[in-house]
């Protein structure tokens, strides 16, 4: 039978089995508590981004060009990468948000024109926000009129209450409603090689023979040039590394965190883009082929979904477009703010009472209340307002990173962690693309404009 | 009252009258003083720019400064560490407001004018950190010095003396070279100092653990969000960060160290003397998220036979941790627990009263490794101040405190 010793020394072995798995398991632990604490920032910043506006954008490249303009969503997705991981490094190895380095760097002046068109440029992105929200409760049938000021309300006071958090992560929760249009897409089945055949530029493509029969090689003219720059302008906006850096920051990401913070931002990126593109797919089969070339409404753009919810399509379609937009509109004004006040030297903060950070509160409502107003006031011109919103963020995007790039190449702030060489090209040539993609849209709906007043 | 934007730029001219340059920055020395504006900064064209002293200006106004000597008295301008240079190192720049306990960005600096054997002199005495000198910076060159004025009169002053003003300085020689000491600081609470802490940059934060003396040192990470303290302590030098470590409670150091990587942790331990590191090792051990990882070793014990008088008399004998002196634990003859006893109840009882008749009644305690929530339950079931964690043969391990369960429950 058993003996006293030999199970004492069994009780032994267990113990040190027991403290050698331990053992093992510690870096292990650590490094998920890690990987959960540090997730967020860039998944966030890339999926914000596929708001009302991005939305349109991409419905409308779909069922305009179809195929034709997936070549850009690989270039697109370095550029943002690339611009999105120089502020998430900055913020973890400065420690200081990118308002912040501006402001200490380049004097007050410069911080104060630079926040003033930050500021001006968010608020037609909470306009823009707003107007996906008149969209989407036309679609349900419910009056702008009613929607847009609860919509309104409703961000203003889960923000001030402190919830905003809890809601953030509810909304990303939600963003599972893009998955539609994935399955939509799948549904409609499109010729996927040639698809994703037309994920390398048909330009270059079309010198292949065997491929040439495939491709749709689109014609570079304005109308192009003008979507183009739409895709990368509500893809790639200004607020993304004011509120990244700001998060780095925030969450305590240090050098030793970085990578995994550099993960989240990879990781962000692309799901971003592969949304995209299954947006582009799917619109592409069934507006494109269909001849439906131009989403002017949000009923054209739920035909989208048809494949998938059939005749609630267009119900599927406006809570995604709600909970975008609402997701969106709950975290731009309150970044502005944050970054505005900070640079400028305001208190700041919702843990401050009203009285203590009386600029910080003006400003972040007057961001909400003034965007949802001007939506009621100018709901016709709901088209103009959401184009116009991109163009302002396309003049104010290459401001915003030739600072980063001048910031982060600072061997005194950055030391090591400058750019390397291979870096730097990669992020000028897709600056200077973003220059003249900008001016050319800028030039297009300017002359637009005049063309056609009514917008 | 002059301020540094007004005096930035100003046009200089020697003593017959000839044009110099223009202030382009200046700066204050604090090794001499600490709010004289020492130098001036005077650059004209490709010339090589120059440097006036403080007595060589005869007067200053917003916009023109006269010296008192000739331009070949000036000497060339060198760099020097050793001094402050205001609009590099101060406008724009973060500074810690030791007055308002706070983190403040520099809009603007207040001068005054100070005659001195014929020289005027500048002193900082204030700092702007509010809109008026916003607005000025915004506006100077710009709109006429008049309506500045005007406009800045109408706006809410918010400023900082400059004895108030901690400069924030990461490097540790320029630190020495330009007097920077962190005395001020060391006079705050440790919770304050350490919410100071959160708003400035890793490199901030570095310089100011490293000059504070171990025991505020200590305090300060006490009260830091962990995974702050294990970014400063990882970075310190080991022998620093383990005689910051020393003089931490050592459940506060098993925290800190729990959150470190294997061999800095085992690093620091082994900096620590014997006895301390013995006691955060056995803290380490135990899961955080249980009564032991919870609990204090560092406690006060008596003999439950003992006399009220018998137990004041030993504690004033004895270097007693005050933070630990809430609650006394009780022990049997065969060293096992048997009751707690408040101090509140020791210095109300008579003189010859045995300590084991005023124990807390139920007789609690609790297992090193029973979950935290058992622990807050009890706390919040019995409004505990204090409860004792006991090894299966009933001998006490540690304490938690009730401070201990408020950390956790906020966390």
């Given at each position: 039978m058993w003996s006293r010793e030999s199970l004492e020394a069994m009780g032994e072995r267990w113990t040190q089995r027991v403290q050698r798995v331990r053992d093992a398991l510690r870096p292990f632990r650590r490094r998920i508590v890690l990987f959960l604490a540090v997730v967020g920032p860039g998944?966030?910043?890339?999926?914000v981004d596929n708001d009302a506006g991005g939305i349109y954008t991409y419905a409308q490249s779909g069922a305009k060009y179809g195929n034709a303009v997936l070549w850009s969503l690989i270039p697109m997705t370095i550029a943002l990468y690339v611009s999105l991981e120089m502020c998430s490094r900055m913020g973890a190895f400065t420690g200081k948000g990118l308002s912040d380095l501006v402001r200490e760097e380049f004097g007050f002046r410069v911080t104060f024109f630079l926040m003033a068109a930050v500021v001006v440029v968010n608020l037609g992105n909470v306009m823009a926000e707003f107007t996906g929200v008149f969209w989407a409760s036309e679609a349900m049938g419910v009056s702008r009129f009613i929607s847009v000021p609860i919509a309104a309300i409703l961000v203003w006071v889960l923000v001030?209450?402190?919830?905003?958090?809890?809601?953030?992560?509810?909304?990303?929760?939600?963003?599972?409603?893009y998955f539609a249009y994935v399955i939509s897409a799948f549904l409609a089945k499109p010729d996927w090689l040639i698809s994703l055949l037309h994920l390398l530029p048909p330009q270059l493509m079309q010198y292949v023979p065997t491929v040439k029969p495939f491709l749709e090689v689109p014609k570079f003219d304005a109308g192009y040039a003008v979507i183009l720059a739409g895709l990368v302008g509500t893809t790639i906006a200004p607020w993304q590394h004011f509120f990244l850096q700001a998060a780095v920051v925030e969450k305590r990401v240090g050098p030793r965190q970085y990578p995994a913070t550099r993960n989240d931002v990879l990781v962000g990126s692309i799901s971003c883009m592969v949304i995209v593109f299954f947006i582009i797919v799917c619109t592409a089969a069934t507006l494109h082929v269909k001849g439906i070339l131009d989403v002017d409404n949000a009923g054209t753009a739920a035909i989208a979904l048809r494949p998938l919810a059939g005749k609630f399509a267009s119900l599927l379609f406006a809570i995604g477009l709600l909970n975008a937009s609402l997701f969106a509109a709950s975290i731009l004004p309150l970044s502005t703010s944050y970054v505005v006040c900070e640079a400028l030297g305001f208190e700041s903060g919702i843990d401050r009472k009203f009285g203590e950070a009386k600029i910080f509160y003006a400003l972040y409502t007057a961001l909400i209340f003034l965007g949802a107003f001007m939506v009621l006031a100018f709901g016709k011109f709901a088209n103009t307002i959401l184009l116009w919103s991109q163009v302002l963020n396309g003049f104010l995007l290459p401001a915003v990173l030739i600072f980063v790039l001048i910031l982060v190449n600072r061997k005194d702030l950055m030391g090591d962690q400058v750019n390397s060489r291979g870096f730097n090209w990669v992020a000028w040539i897709s600056t200077i693309a973003m220059i003249v993609l900008t001016l050319v849209v800028a030039y297009t709906s300017i002359h637009d404009l005049f063309a056609h007043p009514a917008g | 009252?002059?301020?540094?934007?007004?005096?930035?730029?100003?046009?200089?001219?020697?003593?017959?009258?000839?044009?110099?340059?223009?202030?382009?920055?200046f700066f204050v020395e604090p090794a001499e003083q600490p709010n004289r504006v020492a130098h001036f900064l005077l650059s004209r064209g490709s010339f090589q720019p120059l440097v006036a002293r403080h007595d060589q200006v005869a007067s200053i106004e917003a916009g023109k400064l006269e010296l008192s000597v000739p331009e070949r008295a000036l000497e060339a301008y060198l760099p020097n560490e050793g001094w402050l240079a205001v609009t590099k190192d101060l406008l724009d720049q973060q500074i810690i407001d030791t007055a308002g306990r706070k983190v403040v960005r520099v809009n603007d600096l207040d001068l005054t004018e100070q005659r001195t054997n014929g020289n005027v002199e500048l002193r900082i005495t204030q700092v702007d950190v509010g809109l008026p000198g916003a607005v000025r910076r915004l506006l100077q060159g710009i709109a006429p010095q008049r309506m500045i004025r005007s406009l800045q009169n109408r706006l809410p002053a918010r400023t900082i003396r400059w004895e108030f003003v901690n400069l924030v300085e990461p490097d540790p020689l320029r630190r020495l070279k330009l007097r920077i000491t962190h005395e001020k600081l060391e006079d705050l609470h440790p919770a304050d100092l350490a919410d100071i802490m959160e708003d400035l940059s890793p490199a901030e934060r570095q310089g100011i653990i490293s000059s504070l003396d171990e025991e505020t040192a200590a305090a300060v990470l006490a009260e830091l969000d962990a995974r702050l303290t294990t970014q400063i302590v990882e970075k310190l030098d080991p022998e620093k960060a383990a005689d910051i470590l020393e003089e931490m409670a050592p459940d506060a150091a098993a925290d800190v160290l729990g959150g470190l990587p294997k061999e800095t942790s085992d690093e620091l331990l082994d900096e620590m003397p014997g006895q301390e590191a013995n006691e955060v090792r056995e803290l380490l051990e135990f899961d955080p998220a249980t009564a032991g990882g919870m609990m204090n070793t560092d406690f006060v014990f008596v003999g439950d036979k003992s006399t009220r008088d018998e137990v004041l008399e030993w504690m004033k004998e004895q270097d007693l941790n005050l933070d630990q002196l809430d609650t006394i634990v009780l022990l049997d003859g065969g060293a096992q627990f048997s009751g707690s006893v408040p101090v509140a109840r020791l210095l109300l009882a008579g003189s010859n009263q045995v300590l084991n008749e005023l124990k807390m009644e139920p007789l609690l305690s609790i297992q090193p490794n029973a979950d935290e929530k058992d622990v807050f339950e009890l706390f919040d079931k019995y409004n505990l101040r204090m409860l004792t964690v006991v090894d299966e043969d009933g001998r006490p391990l540690g304490v938690i405190t009730v401070d201990d369960v408020v950390s956790k429950l906020l966390k």
């Open positions: 998944l966030i910043v890339s999926n001030v209450q402190g919830t905003a958090k809890v809601v953030e992560r509810i909304f990303l929760a939600i963003c599972v409603v | 009252m002059l301020t540094a934007t007004e005096l930035m730029g100003a046009k200089t001219y020697d003593a017959q009258g000839n044009y110099v340059g223009k202030v382009r920055e």
